[in-house]
């Protein structure tokens, strides 16, 4: 589903964020991404969004070459991909229903479609009654599983997360994963993001360790050697 | 297919004006100077329209005058006249004379005493001939062979002016249509910087939208129908100025019309040039959105 092939990312500072990765993730697959602050985890969820893109190496995204994407395709090849971030990037100057159909409404859905699917996906993170509220007035909890409503909502083959519980307290981080969890089980690909290492041990999925641009430990490797 | 894109239209011109309301002071303002800079070419559109019907009435004024030789008789003249009346490129042509002329200028001058005090009348009989067409270059020949007659003391066309004021209203034209051209411009322009601050101040959304998969057009759609409706709102504040102008005017225009025992009323935009004026303001404001839109969007990425 999602593979990298010794993947290098130069920034024009020229600072080094990725040198040499590659692992792959494969479809129905959920995967931590840890390692400190500055390894190049964002870095490397940028170039599966296709917002920045590899200044050597290979990246596929469902069997595509993100190389062979040009500029006018990306938003496009955007819609396949649910970005959950870790400042949730709502818009507050509409409602939670409004935000959560955004993707539906790019994609040209029918609005009984739109209704029905925003509704099922605020189902399933736990707000269907909050539709009509505006996001601000939300918790910073809600809003996370909001922003998650919203990436799944178009029903995407992958979901990436960048730090989706950077804000919040264990428990809550804790019923997030779980949320993630229970989407991995309808056979939805997870990348999520996170230095949280504690919650990382509670769960049990593949872990992706990236130390200064490089992966340093993969425990799906460790396993298959052992 | 058709349907959904209707629908993606008419919900981004709602939105549009949506938040044309939502700042109600500051949309008003930049509304009121675009309606102000196209209130102008299309007021000065009224004032050459209004001078045209002018000109057109007075076009009766380019009649010839000839003033027939102190010796000729009237019976000569009145064949003369009859002669000339017989030409293709003549309409009509008024005998008067040298007896009527006499009492029309005694009655209308005031020199009734003085011209008593003459011993004979000291006015020729005199020809209006009123030619056919109205071009110069079509009365040139008749203004040579009338000046040629052997009768013929003096040939007077009261064309000369006429000319002037077609020259002058010509030239009129050519200014409205420059100041059209320049206000056009500065519409463009000042919906363009609306959009771009508008467009500055939405980064965030945009990039979410981008984030989300939004296609250039679906991000560019809502600031293209923001520039139509401040182009379209502008314009219909200024046929709105123009018609609260002209009923201004209407009253002394006619007051001063009947000075000259005339019924010229003051006209308006018709309503093909108001349509003009409010698909036009639409159009420059389209213009200034896509450009703005143009330059601005690309910059906005998500990081």
């Known amino acids: 589903m999602i593979r990298f092939e010794n993947v290098h990312k130069r920034y024009p500072n020229g600072r080094e964020a990725l040198s040499g990765v590659s692992f792959s993730l494969e479809r129905g697959e959920m995967a931590f991404l840890t390692g400190p602050s500055g390894a190049g985890k964002s870095t490397l969820l940028k170039l599966i969004a296709l917002i920045e893109r590899p200044t050597r190496g290979t990246v596929l995204v469902n069997n595509l070459n993100t190389a062979r994407v040009p500029r006018r395709r990306i938003p496009r090849f955007r819609q396949r991909i649910g970005v959950v971030f870790q400042d949730h990037k709502l818009l507050y100057d509409r409602s939670v229903f409004d935000n959560v159909a955004l993707p539906l409404v790019i994609g040209g859905l029918k609005p009984r479609e739109i209704g029905r699917r925003v509704r099922a996906a605020l189902d399933q993170v736990g707000l269907l009654d909050r539709e009509t509220h505006a996001p601000i007035t939300l918790s910073t909890g809600e809003q996370q599983r909001i922003g998650i409503a919203r990436a799944v909502a178009s029903r995407p083959d992958v979901v990436i997360a960048d730090e989706p519980t950077g804000n919040l307290d264990p428990e809550l981080s804790l019923e997030i994963m779980r949320l993630f969890e229970r989407f991995n089980d309808v056979g939805v690909t997870l990348l999520i993001a996170t230095h949280d290492l504690e919650l990382v041990d509670h769960l049990n999925h593949r872990r992706l360790k990236l130390v200064a641009g490089q992966i340093a430990a993969d425990s799906k490797q460790a396993s298959d050697a052992a | ?303």
């Open chain 2, 1 to 303: 297919m058709l349907k959904r894109y209707l629908r993606l239209h008419l919900s981004n011109l709602g939105g549009a004006i949506g938040r044309l309301f939502r700042q109600p002071v500051g949309s008003l303002l930049t509304v009121l100077v675009i309606a102000i800079a196209l209130a102008l070419p299309a007021g000065l559109k009224v004032v050459v329209n209004n001078a045209d019907v002018l000109s057109d009435s007075w076009e009766g004024a380019a009649d010839f005058t000839v003033y027939l030789k102190m010796d000729v008789s009237e019976q000569a003249a009145r064949d003369l006249a009859k002669q000339i009346g017989e030409r293709n490129d003549v309409a009509d042509v008024t005998f008067i004379s040298r007896s009527e002329a006499l009492d029309e200028f005694r009655t209308r001058s005031g020199f009734g005493e003085a011209l008593d005090a003459l011993d004979e009348n000291p006015l020729p009989h005199t020809l209006v001939v009123r030619p056919r067409g109205g071009a110069i270059a079509e009365i040139e020949p008749l203004t040579q062979a009338l000046n040629e007659l052997p009768e013929t003391e003096l040939v007077q066309l009261d064309t000369e002016w006429v000319a002037r004021l077609r020259g002058m209203l010509l030239l009129l034209g050519r200014v409205v249509d420059i100041v059209t051209v320049l206000l056009g411009l500065a519409v463009v322009l000042v919906i363009g910087n609306t959009i771009r601050l508008e467009i500055n101040n939405r980064s965030t959304e945009i990039e979410v939208m981008k984030l989300v998969g939004g296609t250039d057009g679906f991000i560019r759609r809502p600031f293209l129908y923001l520039g139509i409706v401040y182009g379209f709102a502008g314009a219909a504040f200024a046929a709105g100025l123009l018609l609260v102008a002209l009923v201004l005017l209407r009253s002394p225009v006619a007051a001063l019309a009947e000075l000259y025992a005339s019924h010229y009323t003051l006209s308006g935009l018709s309503l093909e040039e108001t349509l003009v004026l409010l698909g036009g303001g639409a159009a420059l404001g389209w213009a200034g959105a896509w450009l703005a839109a143009a330059r601005h969007l690309r910059a906005i990425e998500p990081s």
